[in-house]
T-cell receptor, first 115, second 112 residues
Framework: NAGVTQTPKFRILKIGQSMTLQCTQDMNHNYMYWYRQDPGMGLKLIYYSVGAGITDKGEVPNGYNVSRSTTEDFPLRLELAAPSQTSVYFCASSTSRTAPNEKLFFGSGTQLSVL | DAKTTQPTSMDCAEGRAANLPCNHS???????VYWYRQIHSQGPQYIIHGLKNNETNEMASLIITEDRKSSTLILPHATLRDTAVYYC?????????????FGKGTHLIIQP
């Protein structure tokens, strides 16, 4: 069972370049999330989605865009990369919010450097 | 969501029980306590959660005080692979789709 799969694992971008971080899950989860984690810090929510066609901003959405055309996929787009976006990015998914065991399942992360 | 306070770091000898404290004095009656851990360079991993009663699973035990203002995660026989950052999170179950808020957590170091 693959769970949550993120690609690529590592990427170096030049300032102003754009890229898409891919995330796919095979658990049929409705909820998906993008987090970023700066060195020595906790995770900050960028965007989240409650189902196909529905997305919403998290704590730090500026400089990012998302789409959710299918239940499985939740790509994160950086349009004009900036050094401040150097971070590790984690995608996660979870089951229905009506369940008390609101477990998040995380991917292995994408380490992004913007130089 | 209620705020949590955890020590920045802790040490524990391999084979001993690791007890990780968490204070959540402003917790509401419908908020659960969740524990996750993050091993270096990996995504966080769910460990356990609870509301009032103590909970145990194959990974750990969760002890919640009677007034629910604090809790302790117990790893009964710590191994080197348990070295990780442990996050204590308080959250209303089903209280919204905007995920969980991860603070800085406790860096647990298991010493050989």
């Amino acid at each position: 069972n693959a769970g949550v799969t993120q690609t690529p694992k590592f990427r170096i971008l030049k300032i102003g370049q754009s890229m898409t971080l891919q995330c796919t899950q095979d658990m049929n989860h409705n909820y998906m999330y993008w987090y970023r984690q700066d060195p020595g810090m906790g995770l900050k929510l960028i965007y989240y989605s409650v189902g196909a066609g529905i997305t919403d901003k998290g704590e730090v959405p500026n400089g990012y865009n998302v789409s959710r055309s299918t239940t499985e996929d939740f790509p994160l787009r950086l349009e004009l990369a900036a050094p401040s976006q150097t971070s590790v990015y984690f995608c996660a998914s979870s089951t229905s919010r009506t369940a008390p065991n609101e477990k998040l399942f995380f991917g292995s992360g994408t380490q992004l450097s913007v130089l | 969501d209620a705020k949590t306070t955890q020590p920045t770091s802790m040490d524990c000898a391999e084979g001993r029980a690791a007890n990780l404290p968490c204070n959540h004095s402003t917790i509401s009656g419908n908020e659960y306590v969740y524990w996750y851990r993050q091993i270096h360079s990996q995504g966080p991993q769910y460990i356990i959660h609870g509301l009032k009663n103590n909970e145990t699973n194959e990974m750990a035990s969760l002890i919640i005080t009677e007034d629910r203002k604090s809790s302790t995660l117990i790893l009964p026989h710590a191994t080197l692979r348990d070295t990780a950052v442990y996050y204590c999170i308080v959250r209303v179950a089903g209280g919204g789709a905007d995920g969980l808020t991860f603070g800085k957590g406790t860096h647990l170091i298991i010493q050989p």
